[in-house]
């Protein structure tokens, strides 16, 4: 057995494994389709500041008709900038409850449970711990991204108590004949009294010992964690994960998404905040960091590769190149990474699994002295890349950094793709040549 066959065996017998666990885990299920869940209103609170806060300096003048109509935007959206950001409020500003009400809904829809109750009484109880009324009003400084990891441990535990208690038959039990939608709802009364009163009296506890509420207190908590995963070594090392898994076979980014969706969210909203509010943007790490400059092109920022198959003298791989070569410029690339195969493919093992590690470390540092600003709103992942990378920092630098980036990957990928087309070129000729004799 060589090195190949050896490297191939280790992996399958101890991350296949792990992945597969991962994979059917129904708590992290619920919790990736509940971020998923709240995307839209992230990507909708993005376009409203993109709307009100136009890419140009306060002291710019009119020089030419290109400024005349950008400074026409930007005075029109200072003058309306109540009336603009509304829809951002009602949005990105409120996400943690759609978080709440999405992980509690594909949880409580995986036990085959009522989901529309599951989802009431998860946004009920969030609600009574994340935003308590004070002099008549709801403050709504914990339902937005800082509120975003008690929403999933309130959308989880809250499932789980009413399971339980359906599960040993303590529920209100109505007579036949009542009509379903009246069953329905007493049925869900004694869960929401026991999810409310056991979530407010650990908000009360946690209030007199901390001072603070509970996503307050965890986002305390959780502090050192966030500026971990906000970091060049835990980029590269969560994106290694994600490509090793997906070079077996199961889908990484689903995997790795389920930890890192939280954080990458958390940190956009926290951007978004402070741009509002014209102060430096706090993260670097976010869903369209991700999205444009780590998996340039699809996992293993492959866009590169996909342009060297179109140049292929190999006739596998350029068949693969012009049909994976629109998917991949909207980031869409199981085309290269089932027509290769990337899986379990020895030769493209190095380059799969590291390159768009290396473009996150690069990207990270490029952010981190300014180079280019972080991303501060939500854009649809399948944008093309220079397009997303723009609408989601308002700063054309970042299509330079994202254009440089992919001559990167296509160097890096270069000499493991020249030995792979050795190789097919090879076979094809062997093919050829049998077929002939055939004939």
């Known amino acids: 057995m060589n090195f190949s066959e050896r490297l191939n065996s280790v992996l399958e017998n101890y991350l296949l494994p792990i992945g597969g666990a991962l994979g059917n885990q129904r708590h992290l299920k619920a919790m990736r389709d509940g971020l998923i869940y709240a995307i839209p209103f992230t990507i909708m609170g993005g376009l409203v500041l993109i709307v009100g806060n136009p890419p140009i300096g306060e002291n710019v003048t009119e020089s030419n008709i290109f400024l005349k109509i950008m400074v026409a935007w930007r005075d029109w959206a200072a003058a309306n900038s109540a009336v603009i950001n509304m829809p951002y409020s009602m949005t990105m500003g409120i996400m943690a409850l759609f978080v709440a009400i999405g992980v ?6 995986s036990y085959k449970m009522d989901t529309l109750s599951a989802s009431t009484i ?28 008690t929403a999933i441990i309130v959308g989880l535990v809250t499932v789980e108590i009413t399971r339980f208690l359906k599960s040993n038959n303590i529920t209100i039990k109505m007579p036949e004949g009542v009509p379903p939608a009246v069953s329905s ?20 506890i946690v209030q007199n010992l ?7 207190a965890i986002m305390t908590a959780l502090t050192p964690a966030v500026k971990a995963v906000d970091s060049a070594p835990a980029i590269f090392i969560f994106s290694t994960i994600s ?10 980014a689903a995997l790795v998404g389920a930890i890192l969706d939280p ?10 905040e402070a741009y509002m509010t014209y102060q430096p943007l706090p993260h670097i790490f976010t869903d369209t960091f991700w999205a444009y400059y780590i998996t340039l ?5 492959t866009l590169g590769l996909t342009l060297l198959y179109l140049r292929s003298k190999s006739k596998q791989l350029n068949a693969i190149g012009k049909v994976a070569i629109l998917p991949a410029l909207f980031n869409i690339n199981e085309p290269i990474i089932f027509g290769t195969p990337m899986v379990l493919n020895p030769i493209m093992l190095i380059p799969f699994v590291f390159v768009q590690g290396i473009n996150g470390v690069i990207s990270y540092y ?3 002295i300014g180079l280019v600003n972080a991303s501060f709103a939500s854009v649809p992942w399948t944008t093309p890349a220079p397009i997303g990378a723009f609408l989601a920092t308002m700063d054309w630098r970042a299509i330079i950094l994202v254009f440089a980036l992919l001559i990167l990957d296509m160097v890096l990928y270069y000499p493991f793709f020249k030995i792979y087309e050795k190789q097919l070129i090879e076979q094809e000729g062997e093919e050829e040549g049998i077929q002939e004799e055939v004939v």
Not at 137 to 147: E, F, L, R, T, V
């Open 297 to 301: 092109g699809g996992s293993g920022a």
């Open 263 to 272: 954080f990458k969210l958390a940190n956009v909203a926290a951007n978004a």
């Open 122 to 149: 998860s946004a009920a109880t969030f609600l009574i711990v994340a935003a308590p009324i004070k002099d008549g009003n709801i403050p709504a400084n914990y339902i937005d991204a800082k509120g975003i990891f």
């Open 104 to 109: 509690a809904y594909n949880l409580a829809r």
């Open 366 to 368: 490029v952010v981190k």
């Open 210 to 216: 901390s001072g603070m509420i509970i996503p307050q």
């Open 243 to 252: 490509q090793l898994f997906w070079f077996i076979g199961i889908h990484g």
């Open 185 to 204: 709802s007493f049925d869900a009364l004694i869960p929401l009294a026991v999810n409310v009163l056991v979530f407010y009296f650990i908000s009360l």
